[in-house]
């Protein structure tokens, strides 16, 4: 059903302040008009309009109570502790891959060591060749007409 009602009638109905009111207004689009008195009517209708308040919290300058404060320390707490145990096992398997990926660049060396001093050896064994000469084809044809 449409009513006229202004932002604090809004807020009192959805338990939000004039100022939420005001956003919920601008943010749904609603037709707004000016009444006698000066105020700002809106039409609106309250079945239609989805609304969720938020969860209260308490104002920033209020501190939390030490029961929460406690409770929510607790909650870190055991939060911290899976971390910790997760870490302590991604660091074990880090340390691992570690030692491996060390292991096998100290292979690689030796292998390139062991390939250069193959192919110095055989250069060694390989006797020198003397250089071919290739003659022409028309010299040897001349040789032998």
């Keep these: 059903m449409l009513e006229q009602l202004t932002y ?3 807020g009192e109905r959805l338990n939000v302040s004039s100022e939420g009111a005001r956003a919920i207004v601008k943010r749904n689009r609603l037709p707004r008009s000016h009444g006698n008195d000066g105020r700002t009517l809106v039409a609106i209708d ?11 919290r308490p104002p920033r300058g ?14 870190l707490e055991a939060e911290l502790a899976a971390e910790q145990q ?3 096992g ?7 891959e570690r030692e491996r990926a060390d292991l096998l660049v100290r292979a690689q060396e030796i292998l390139d060591i062991q390939l250069k001093n193959l192919r110095l050896l055989l250069q060694a064994e390989r006797p020198v060749a003397a ?4 003659r022409e084809w028309w010299r040897r044809m001349r040789r032998t007409g």
């Design 8 to 10: 604090a009638q809004i």
């Design 46 to 56: 309250l079945d239609e309009l989805r609304h969720k308040p938020m969860p209260a």
């Design 62 to 75: 209020q501190p939390m109570t030490d029961v929460v404060a406690a409770l929510r320390i607790e909650q």
């Design 86 to 88: 997760r870490s302590a």
């Design 90 to 96: 991604h660091r074990a398997d880090y340390e691992r």
């Design 131 to 134: 250089p071919v000469t290739l």
